[in-house]
């Protein structure tokens, strides 16, 4: 059973750089899509970007596009969401998930929380000053 955990969380000014990980366990992420979702307090959970299990195809939402990337290790079992030039409108619990790669929609669509069948149970990140 497939087991994945966040961390990299924290509390970051307006401008400043963060580096969530998302390790997994149980198993090996060489076949599994994993996506990042957040929800902000009092909002829904939105899919933020997603790659496929070669790291070849990605989504980003346009709200993070250019600023956040989601590089993967594979031989680490892990997978990052480097978030750069953060603004206060990024603070949330960052959440990541996997599904196996053959049930990955393509990756121009954004991510569906239905769709993922591993989570992590989450790490929070405040942009403020």
């Known amino acids: 059973q497939l087991q994945l955990v966040e961390s990299g969380g924290g509390l970051v000014q307006p401008g400043g750089s963060l580096r969530l990980s998302c390790a997994a366990s149980?198993?090996?992420?060489?076949?599994?899509?994993i996506a990042w979702f957040r929800q902000a307090p009092g909002k829904e959970r939105e899919g933020v970007t997603s790659?496929?299990?070669?790291?070849?195809?990605?989504y980003y939402a346009g709200s993070v596009k250019g600023r956040f990337t989601v590089p993967r290790d594979n031989a680490k079992n892990t997978v990052f969401l480097q978030m750069n030039s953060l603004i206060p409108e990024d603070t949330a619990d960052y959440y990541c998930?996997?599904?196996?790669?053959?049930?990955?929609?393509?990756?121009?669509?954004?991510?569906?929380?239905?769709?993922?069948?591993?989570w992590g149970q989450g790490t929070q990140v405040s942009v403020s000053s």
């Open positions: 149980g198993d090996t992420l060489d076949d599994y899509a």
């Open positions: 998930a996997a599904v196996q790669q053959r049930d990955y929609r393509p990756s121009f669509l954004p991510p569906e929380s239905y769709e993922y069948s591993y």
């Open positions: 790659v496929s299990a070669d790291g070849n195809s990605m």
